[in-house]
């Protein structure tokens, strides 16, 4: 995995490696639309679509041959989130952490 350097007088990554969403069920179609564009740019390899009505989330990883699957790959509430691009794991529901969701699964 190759990542571009730091530099500070930079205000967006120019070669970003792992694009994070947030699916608001009011324009999810719209975001959907995005994923498709950020698709488009070499030098992307992971897409995660973080779901804001309960703790889930949707992977999108590009193939060794540089393709994309036809399915985003479902996480559920339970399960580790592996991000490949950052060499970094941890529960999906610490992604959640400090929200009303979280609380929630945590009363039940």
Same mark, same amino acid.
Do not use: K
């Given at each position: 995995?190759?990542?571009? *350097?730091? =530099?500070? =007088?930079?205000?967006?990554?120019?070669?970003?490696?792992?694009? *994070?969403?947030? &699916?608001?069920?009011?324009? $999810?179609? $719209?975001?959907?639309? @995005? *994923?498709?564009?950020?698709?488009?740019?070499?030098?992307?390899?992971?897409?995660?679509?973080?779901?804001?009505?309960?703790?889930?989330?949707?992977?999108?990883?590009?193939?060794?041959?540089?393709?994309?699957?036809? @399915?985003?790959?479902?996480?559920?509430?339970?399960?580790? &989130?592996?991000?490949?691009?950052?060499?970094?794991?941890?529960?999906?529901?610490?992604?959640?952490? @400090?929200?009303?969701?979280?609380?929630?699964?945590?009363?039940?």
């Amino acid at each position: 995995m190759r990542c571009e *350097v730091d =530099d500070r =007088d930079l205000y967006a990554l120019t070669e970003p490696t792992l694009v *994070v969403e947030i &699916l608001p069920p009011s324009n $999810e179609s $719209e975001t959907r639309e @995005n *994923v498709r564009a950020y698709a488009t740019i070499p030098t992307v390899c992971e897409i995660l679509l973080i779901r804001s009505t309960r703790i889930a989330a949707e992977m999108i990883r590009r193939g060794a041959d540089g393709s994309w699957p036809s @399915n985003p790959q479902p996480i559920e509430a339970g399960a580790m &989130l592996f991000l490949e691009s950052l060499d970094f794991s941890c529960p999906l529901a610490a992604v959640y952490e @400090n929200t009303h969701l979280a609380r929630a699964g945590s009363e039940s």
